[in-house]
């Protein structure tokens, strides 16, 4: 169990990946090359689990990490999301589990989220809709959600546009209609007990995320995958005011790591007394640790 005393951030948002060159017939390697490149991160392919774990502890860091779930859409197989729970309790001094499910399993999805909850405790779920192909307020899904509200865990949402596919032919075949924040105003309507965050500020959709956030309780957003000294001046303005309680550092690790997040961080115009809540503890309260 991470000691929330004992560490100076949370880190909502990082990526699990598997060794390099695990599945070299479906693509995925070439595509972290490609983001690698995107985010100008100094590695080929990104970190395994436990290279992660031993960054977040050097750097006195907690990190929520998870898989993604979007092999059907893409082919590209997943990462079970029992071996990542595994890792991460092998380092539950710094690593809170994640689990990742294609909405589209439907019935299946939702027995599967049950047992990593009660197996392995999972708090929570990633969904990408870009890569995994589906609207969020799209009936399929809510299954898989009904699950996740009636055990109290998290659903965390990419939402805008993604390095995923980016500059590749046809951008990889990713859709960036479905991350638009507005569609999981619906989520929080029909699963108004369901925590919920919208990942990364959402360009081009920025103002739907404040929007959302700011309308619906249970809806909170996460700063990660864009250096903050890019922020839009209405994210900042947000940050200062009515949602000081409602957004999280996250990083996007490994396209961005955590302690490059935090330098920039300390450089854009945020008030010193909202800062340890943004960093720690706004994110320490979402997940049950405080």
Known sequence: MVDISKVRAIDIHTHAEEPCGCHSDDGYDELQATMAKYFRAPWSHPPTVPQTAAHYREQNIAAVIFPVDAERETGYRRYKNEEVAELAAENDDVLIPFASIDPHKGKLGAREARRLMKEFGIKGFKFHPTM??????????YDLYEEIAAQGAIALFHTGQTGVGSGMRGGNGMRLKYSNPMYLDDVAVDFPDMKIILAHPSFPWQEEALAV????????IDLSGWSPKYFPEILVKYCNSILKKKVLFGSDWPMITPERWLADFEKIAIKDELRPDIVKGNAARLLGLS
């Open 132 to 141: 995994q192909g589906f609207f969020p307020n799209d009936r399929l899904a």
């Open 213 to 220: 956030a700011q309308h619906k309780p249970n809806v909170y």
